[in-house]
Structures are given as C-alpha cells and as structure tokens.
C-alpha cells in the first residue's frame, strides 16, 4: 500500500511569485523574510521524499462556475495546463503544465463514492493558484504527478465545515489503501481571515487577527473538536467574506488527525491576510 | 433580481481581454451589446443551443452601465468576482500601490454585517 509521508497545509498568497522574483526597487520590504520562510517550509516537504502529490485547493471561480457547481470534485486527467488569463493579470502568475496521476485519483473517486461522498470529476481541468502557489512555495521544480481535489468554499450553499473535516478524513483512508508502493503527500492550500471586493480588504493585517491567532491555534493543536465547535457557516463570513477558505485547512486537519499536533507551523504577518504553514508527518518520520 | 446574470456578466467579461477593456471604455454599450448576444449564451455550448429567459432588471443594468461597483456589492454580485474585473479596469489609473483597492474599500465602508446575501 502507499504511504502518507507528509500533510502540509497552507494559505495561498498569489503574490509571492511576483514578491519573491522582484528586483531592484520593485522588491517589496517584506519578500527576503517572505521568501526565507518559504524555503524553510519547502525543506519540510523536501525531507519527506514524496512521489506523488495529492493537491487540494479550491477553484476560484475559473473552470467551475455557477451554470455547473460541484460540492468536490476529482481531477481524472493525465495532464493539467494552469493558471488563468486574469491570474498573469493581476498577479504575474506564469503557465504551468502538471503531470497527472490517474490511477491515484481512480482511486479516490471509486473509494470516495464508496465511502458516501458524491464525488465530481473532471477529464479536462486547468487548474488555479490554490494549487499552483503551493507547487510554486514547495515544489517549484513541479516534477511530481499531482492529484487536485476542488471543494466549493466560494458559492452558497456550500458545505458544513464538518463535510470538509470527513473528506480529508476519507483522503487519508483512501490514499493509505492505494494499492501502490508509492510516497503520498496530501497538500491542501485554504484562507485565513480574508476579505475580498469588500469594505474590510487590503489592511495591513488579515481582516481579524484575532481569529487568526485562535486558528492557528486550532490547527497547529489539531484541535478539531474545539474548531468545530467554534465554525459554522454563519460564523465564517465575520473574520471577513471570503474567510469559508478556511474550511479547505479543516480538511487538511482531518487528513492529519484529530488531536495531531503540527510538526511544523510558521506564520508571516502580511498585509491583506496572514501566512500560514504546517505540516505533519504521520509516521513521525522526517520531524526536524 | 438575477445575482446569477451579474455574475455572469462579471465572469465572462474579466476572463477576456478584449471585452475588459470594451467594459472599460463603453461601459453602458457593453452592456447593452452583452445582454442581446451574451446573456443566453450556455457556456460550453455552441451558439445554436440558449436560454431564452436571462435579463437583467432596471437596478441591475443601469449599476453595471455605470461602473458603480458598490451598487453591484448591495446588489449581491459575487464580491469576488466585482472585484478582480474592476481591478483589472481601474487599477491603473492610481499612482499608489493598492490605491484603486483602498478606494474600494472606502466605497463599501458604510457596510456592515451581516453582508447582502450573494447565493444565487
């Protein structure tokens, strides 16, 4: 059977490509940090010698759009061409091409119908930063084959926090029962407090530092039960509109286990919305 | 109300150039031109297959042919998708790093929550 070598969590700032390639005067005050904690964090999921990444993000309005909207959804492709016209816009992000892993993501569509989860797919999917920026921050060699898992945390109704935390709980049944000898990495990418196109966007901090202290608490603790006890739908739209975002780092917690203490949390106070980094690994092996 | 024809509207506009910029400029005959030809489009569809229903209402028209975004924001268009277009059309008329971004946000800061309702 496979093995899961490593989940790692993480915002998805689509500005770092650009923060970190900058020179000269273009270089913004905060990108030699920035970029020192990414390459930290790089070297978490480096040490765990994956072959195979299993990429979950969110599509942000891109190819999934209103006319036909999943819950989740599976990419079943033996390719994936990235990043959108108005994502090189607005953020500089440049194409990417992925290698996909289509055995794996059989897998998790046959085993997630299985285990209760009407899972979309999708043969055809160009994927978006969510899933991009974190190959850019952990892998930018991009020489892995990749999986991307969708969840919707972007058009209403969406799903309970508590159908995110038993996906990934289904996520690492299921990649634990892959009948392949290869090395798994689960990566997910979510929001902390975050707004956007509303009157609380692009402050010097995230909208509500105050619940992102208590959420990286939430997940660096693997405290599901008290984040769940916390977030609802309702609640999420307070630390700012787009905050449902953090459902896709409940995921990820439920991949990791509940009661599971990070390995490795690290957070960068940017302005707009914080940056946060974790990762477990689910054999101890590998911890720093 | 039709939160879900602004929405589309703001959707296939920001992933074209070509039509971002027509938005930019002639704001008010895009929109007229968008409503007779692009609103029923099925996207995915050839052009022989459309829906005969989608319009806009009065409210909904004039917001958009007049680039008043936080009218669109109390409206329910998707905040997310308001947003990147009119960066993509405004952006570049501010000297200040995240200076059209501000200016957004002091549009909308008569707000507060809860937020207008943007399901569809």
Same mark, same amino acid.
């Not at chain 1, 959108?84 to 993501?105: H, K, Q």
């Not at chain 2, 405004?90 to 002091?106: C, I, K, N, T, V």
């Given at each position: 059977?496979?093995?899961?070598?490593?989940?790692?969590?993480?915002?998805?700032?689509?500005?770092?490509?650009?923060?970190?390639?900058?020179?000269?005067?273009?270089?913004?005050?905060?990108?030699?940090?920035?970029?020192?904690?990414?390459?930290?964090?790089?070297?978490?999921?480096?040490?765990?010698?994956?072959?195979?990444?299993?990429?979950?993000?969110?599509?942000?309005?891109?190819?999934?759009?209103?006319?036909?909207?999943?819950?989740?959804?599976?990419?079943?492709?033996?390719?994936?061409?990235?990043?959108?016209?108005?994502?090189?816009?607005?953020?500089?992000?440049?194409?990417?091409?992925?290698?996909?892993?289509?055995?794996?993501?059989?897998?998790?569509?046959?085993?997630?119908?299985? $285990? @209760?989860?009407?899972?979309?797919?999708?043969? =055809?999917?160009?994927? &978006?930063?969510?899933?991009?920026?974190? #190959?850019? *921050?952990?892998?930018?060699?991009?020489?892995?084959?990749?999986?991307?898992?969708?969840?919707?945390?972007?058009?209403?109704?969406?799903?309970?926090?508590?159908?995110?935390?038993? $996906? @990934?709980?289904?996520?690492?049944?299921?990649? =634990?029962?892959?009948? &392949?000898?290869?090395?798994?990495?689960? #990566?997910? *990418?979510?929001?902390?407090?975050?707004?956007?196109?509303?009157?609380?966007?692009?402050?010097?901090?995230?909208?509500?530092?105050?619940?992102?202290?208590?959420?990286?608490?939430?997940?660096?603790?693997?405290?599901?039960?008290?984040?769940?006890?916390?977030?609802?739908?309702?609640?999420?739209?307070?630390?700012?509109?787009?905050?449902?975002?953090?459902?896709?780092?409940?995921?990820?917690?439920?991949?990791?286990?509940?009661?599971?203490?990070?390995?490795?949390?690290?957070?960068?106070?940017?302005?707009?919305?914080?940056?946060?980094?974790?990762?477990?690994?689910?054999?101890?092996?590998?911890?720093? | 109300?039709?939160?879900?024809?602004?929405?589309?509207?703001?959707?296939?506009?920001?992933?074209?150039?070509?039509?971002?910029?027509?938005?930019?400029?002639?704001?008010?005959?895009?929109?007229?031109?968008?409503?007779?030809?692009?609103?029923?489009?099925?996207?995915?569809?050839?052009?022989?297959?459309?829906?005969?229903?989608?319009?806009?209402?009065?409210?909904?028209?004039?917001?958009?042919?007049?680039?008043?975004?936080?009218?669109?924001?109390?409206?329910?268009?998707?905040?997310?998708?308001?947003?990147?277009?009119?960066?993509?059309?405004?952006?570049?008329?501010?000297?200040?790093?995240?200076?059209?971004?501000?200016?957004?946000?002091?549009?909308?800061?008569?707000?507060?929550?809860?937020?207008?309702?943007?399901?569809?």
């Amino acid at each position: 059977m496979a093995e899961l070598v490593a989940v790692i969590a993480s915002t998805h700032h689509p500005f770092y490509h650009r923060a970190s390639t900058a020179t000269g005067p273009d270089r913004p005050p905060f990108a030699d940090e920035w970029v020192r904690k990414v390459e930290a964090f790089r070297e978490t999921l480096t040490r765990a010698e994956p072959d195979v990444l299993v990429m979950v993000g969110s599509d942000h309005f891109h190819q999934l759009w209103l006319d036909n909207m999943p819950q989740f959804l599976v990419g079943k492709a033996p390719h994936y061409d990235a990043n959108w016209y108005n994502e090189e816009r607005e953020f500089g992000l440049p194409r990417m091409l992925f290698t996909g892993e289509e055995d794996l993501s059989a897998h998790l569509l046959r085993g997630g119908l299985d $285990l @209760g989860f009407d899972l979309a797919f999708s043969n =055809e999917l160009r994927i &978006d930063h969510s899933i991009t920026c974190p #190959i850019i *921050t952990l892998r930018p060699q991009n020489d892995l084959p990749i999986v991307p898992v969708y969840t919707n945390i972007f058009a209403p109704p969406l799903p309970r926090p508590k159908r995110f935390v038993q $996906l @990934g709980q289904a996520i690492r049944e299921l990649v =634990e029962s892959w009948p &392949d000898e290869r090395r798994v990495a689960v #990566i997910g *990418t979510g929001h902390l407090s975050l707004e956007l196109g509303g009157p609380r966007q692009f402050g010097p901090h995230g909208p509500d530092p105050a619940f992102d202290r208590k959420a990286v608490e939430w997940i660096a603790a693997g405290d599901l039960e008290g984040c769940l006890s916390e977030v609802t739908l309702d609640s999420l739209w307070n630390p700012g509109n787009a905050t449902h975002g953090f459902m896709d780092f409940m995921l990820m917690m439920g991949v990791a286990g509940e009661g599971r203490k990070a390995d490795y949390t690290d957070t960068y106070d940017l302005f707009h919305t914080m940056e946060a980094y974790f990762t477990w690994y689910p054999d101890g092996g590998g911890a720093a | 109300m039709s939160k879900y024809l602004l929405d589309k509207f703001l959707f296939t506009v920001d992933r074209d150039p070509e039509l971002v910029e027509r938005y930019r400029e002639q704001p008010r005959a895009t929109v007229e031109w968008w409503e007779a030809e692009y609103a029923g489009r099925l996207l995915g569809c050839h052009g022989g297959e459309r829906s005969t229903w989608p319009r806009f209402d009065v409210v909904e028209r004039e917001a958009l042919a007049t680039h008043d975004y936080p009218r669109l924001f109390e409206l329910g268009a998707h905040p997310f998708l308001t947003l990147t277009l009119f960066i993509a059309m405004f952006e570049r008329d501010y000297d200040e790093p995240l200076g059209f971004q501000h200016e957004y946000a002091r549009r909308l800061a008569h707000h507060s929550l809860p937020y207008p309702d943007i399901s569809t």
